[in-house]
């Protein structure tokens, strides 16, 4: 390679040696080495070939690859040096007008620089000039030439690369944001790094890029900090701190999200907003919520809620409604589910406030007829369920909002399932999922892929069953609601248990139900303690007495709830543990009193599976 760039094969022994040992033959280096030794005059043409210059040892050779460009950089005249470095705060490429703009330098004399940049071959020139663009050869020579400028000159450059920019761009300012963002918050202009990188934020919220959204706001909540402490500048952050409640959420709180969320609780009550306070509040529930605490998360979420009451505010009293609905969905208690949303999408419709988000990520109407759609088939009530959920998700189609649309599709779906009405489960579920991949919520994604599993698993695919439930394990692991792990346990439970692995069903139910236990959720705890007594009734040598009081111990908590459903699911199952060990009359009384709740529920699923035993038992 070395003989290709001097256009020579003839070269000295301690040439070559030289370059071998200083560059271990890695590509890039090898040609910006010989670049620099020519650049520096350190080798001479003589006898048709290159050699070392006998002055060699009174000069010093770099030694690394970032000293070999550095080297180059300031052997280049003044002129250009100063081009280059400018170029490398603005980025991998840069256009002639906007270099000439943040330099002050006019064409004439841009020209001749630009040309000893290209002929040096540290840029590439894409087009003709003055129209070029031009391109650092290497990341390498950029980062090289951007770490050689002082602190106080690479902040002046970018301030001066944002100021060219709003000027050669006033009209498509928008396309701008990001690098405008990238530019300010690198200089001493933090009043316009705000402005960018929460206008950055608000963008890649629209575009639903959660991630790079909670970066940027992040960002800005930290340049107002460098800001004076006046009132306006703590209302500026308070505002960065609600827009990024739901935010969080969605993402399943990452990191610094609990100081985030007390920042804002702090600057609320400094500043005396009661609306905003309530808002944190409620999101603060949502954050204990997800992570397992629900005894702390129904104290913030109920708190805020009474609060709002009193207010007689609708805009108070939604946004905490449908996240005080969201606890008790998550501690399953449908009962007060039932209790709450009715009055407050009442309230919304009254006031003609169903299109309103308040602020947040996910519409309040939505969200409140979705779970009081789902709780009430969770009580049993399916037909009335179904319509409410209906009206969800057509309502958060018309909003097209990809958030709403996801959550009114997940909670369909449960419903669907509960009723045990799969095909038509598994379709809204799968579109949970593929929005929530669409925008990047978290939150619901590992429930989603569960609740997908597990409908597989009850058509008999385990295989694909399996598949979700892995799944969903992995994202909850490693961020997701500590629910959403309670349910993947139990659904890989239910599976080992179709399969005949009865070893791992009990190993997998047992950690559902310690999950379920840690986090108080009755339903998930019920569903449990009933599984368990299905697989202890399967050994080998059943434990007879021991599955029948977990079950009974599932039906206790599920009747308690009056969770009609669950219960009735429960007396099959007894009714089945029964049936095998020939106990005869119990099978049918339970089996019997399963069939009638089921069809009282238009439960078809459920009433034919039990109509299938009853027939063993019967024959």
Known sequence: MAAYILGTEIMGEDLEELILNKT???????????????????????????????????????????????????????GAKSVLQTGSAIGREFSCELIKRVTGIPTPEMTPHLSVLRDSELLYERGIFPQATYIFRHSLTQEVAYDSLLVKRKQDIHERIGQAIEELYPDRIEEFYEMLAHHYSKSESHEKAYQYLKLSGDKALQRYSNWEAFRLH???????????????????????????????????????????????????????????????????????????DSLRALEYNERAFWEAEKTEDVERIASTAWTLCSAYMLTGSSLKV???????????ENT???????????????????????????????????????????????????????????????????????????????????YCEDAQFTAILGISLVYVGNVYHLLGEQVKAREYAERSRQITLDAGPAGVLTMTYFVLGVINLEEGDLENALTNAKEALKLAHNINHKSYEAQSQVLIGRVLGKLD?????????????????????????????????????????????????????????????????????TQEVLERVQG
């Open 541 to 609: 040598i059943p434990e007879i007495d021991k599955a029948e009081e977990h079950i009974l111990q599932g039906i206790k908590i599920t009747d308690e709830q009056q969770r009609k459903p669950m219960t009735s699911q429960g007396y099959l199952y007894l009714g089945e543990l029964y049936a095998d060990t020939n106990q005869k009359e119990k099978a049918l009384k339970l089996l019997k009193k399963a069939e009638t709740a089921f069809q009282e529920m238009g439960m078809d699923y459920w009433l034919r599976r």
């Open 338 to 348: 039932v209790e709450v949303a009715p009055k407050v999408i009442a309230l919304l």
């Open 218 to 292: 992040k960002m800005a909540i930290n340049v107002l900090k460098q800001l004076p402490d006046t009132v306006d500048n703590k209302k500026r952050r308070l505002e960065i701190h609600i827009t990024m409640r739901t935010l969080m959420a969605a993402l399943v709180f990452p990191e610094d999200s609990l100081q985030i969320l007390e920042e804002g609780e702090k600057l609320s009550k400094e500043i005396g907003d009661e609306m905003s306070l309530a808002k944190i509040y409620a999101i603060m529930g949502m954050y204990y919520s997800l992570k397992g």
């Open 24 to 78: 271990e033959g890695i590509p890039f280096f090898v040609e910006e080495f010989m670049k620099s030794l020519k650049d520096l005059g350190m080798i001479e043409w003589k006898d048709s070939g290159y050699y070392l210059a006998k002055d060699i040892q009174e000069v010093e050779i770099p030694s690394t690859i970032q000293e070999v460009i550095m080297a180059r950089v300031d052997s280049l005249p003044d």
């Open 352 to 434: 003609g406030n169903e299109s309103e988000y308040f602020g947040g990520g996910l519409n309040p109407y939505v969200a409140l007829l979705a779970l009081h759609g789902v709780s009430m088939g969770a009580l049993g009530h399916f037909k009335e369920g179904e319509a409410l959920c209906e009206k969800a998700l057509h309502f958060a189609n018309e909003l097209e909002n990809l958030f709403d649309i996801s959550y009114a599709e997940l909670w369909y779906g449960i419903l669907l399932l509960a009723k045990g009405e799969m095909n038509r489960s598994v379709e809204h579920l799968e579109n949970a999922v593929k």
